[in-house]
């Protein structure tokens, strides 16, 4: 019997006529494979590297930057010196070769409370010897009274004269020298840059590069500024540690808490800090 004929033969005797379902197909979905899995994770992985080693570079140009700045300014403070006799800001008779500027009263030293630290850098820049036009009064602003640095405009350079200040207990430097600081921002209290600069880790690369990477010795020295100024910031002991005192890095500080002080072998006799962000209305030091 035909298929036709018993489907008819069904629905004579009211039988329910049996309709072929039909079958669907279902259409496969492709997944990555493991093979295909892995290359994007090594492209994921290089791309992360690449990013990281880039970052690195960047900050590795930066700390070379604050210390070509260092070593720059040192030499402008010296060959002025050399040139005319006296301190940039300190020189009794500035007016007479520029008469934009005012002079100072020679005692040595560029004095923030005699108002020598900005007439300092118009005069080197007077005398050509640093780029740049500084007014030589108002406040310390970055690029208007004092140098920026280079990687970061809102920090900027400035000098100034310590009284009976002892550094981790060394005396050498007498009860009075010269400062040259680098920060952000000026102390209300007392015309001083009292903030730190610097990560611990940087203070740290700075100084094994020039010197020999222990913050109370040679030639590059560092604690941490206000208002952090305790042991666990920047370094284990603070400038007010004894001599011979063992002090060091605390690596782990990823704060800009550390300020360098960068001692000048030259006559000039400059301690350079180097410091960044500070807080009004902060006590002297």
Request: proline fraction near 6%.
């Amino acid at each position: 019997m035909e298929l036709t004929e018993i489907l008819t033969h069904a629905h004579n005797n009211e039988l329910t006529p049996i309709v072929p379902t039909p079958i669907l197909k279902i259409k496969r979905q492709n997944a990555f494979t493991l093979i295909e899995m892995s290359i994007v994770m090594v492209i994921i992985g290089l791309i992360v590297a690449a990013i990281s080693a880039a970052q690195g570079m960047v900050k590795q140009n930066q700390l070379r930057t604050v210390m070509s700045d260092l070593a720059f300014y040192q030499s402008a403070l010296n060959t002025f010196k050399s040139t005319f006799g006296a301190l940039p800001g300190d020189m009794r008779n500035a007016t007479t070769i520029w008469p934009t500027t005012t002079n100072g009263n020679g005692n040595g030293y560029i004095e923030t409370s005699a108002g020598e630290d900005l007439p300092s850098w118009q005069q080197l820049a007077l005398a050509g010897i640093i780029p740049g036009n500084y007014k030589g009064t108002g406040g310390q602003i970055p690029g208007v009274t004092v140098p920026a640095l280079k990687y970061d405009t809102s920090v900027g350079f400035d000098y100034d004269q310590a009284n009976g200040v002892t550094f981790f207990g060394l005396l050498n430097f007498g009860n009075n020298f010269n400062m040259m600081t680098i920060s952000g921002s000026l102390n209300a209290c007392c015309g001083q840059l009292n903030g730190g600069a610097f990560k611990a880790i940087d203070t740290y690369n700075i100084d094994s590069k020039i010197d020999d990477g222990i913050p109370n010795t040679g030639n590059i020295m560092a604690s941490a500024g206000f208002p952090n100024i305790s042991a666990g910031f920047c370094t284990t002991q603070q400038y007010t540690a004894p001599l011979g005192a063992i002090v060091n890095y605390v690596l782990t500080d990823n704060g800009p808490n550390c300020r360098i002080y960068y001692p000048n072998s030259s006559t000039v006799g400059i301690i350079v800090r180097i410091r960044r962000i500070t807080m009004p209305q902060l006590p002297c030091w």
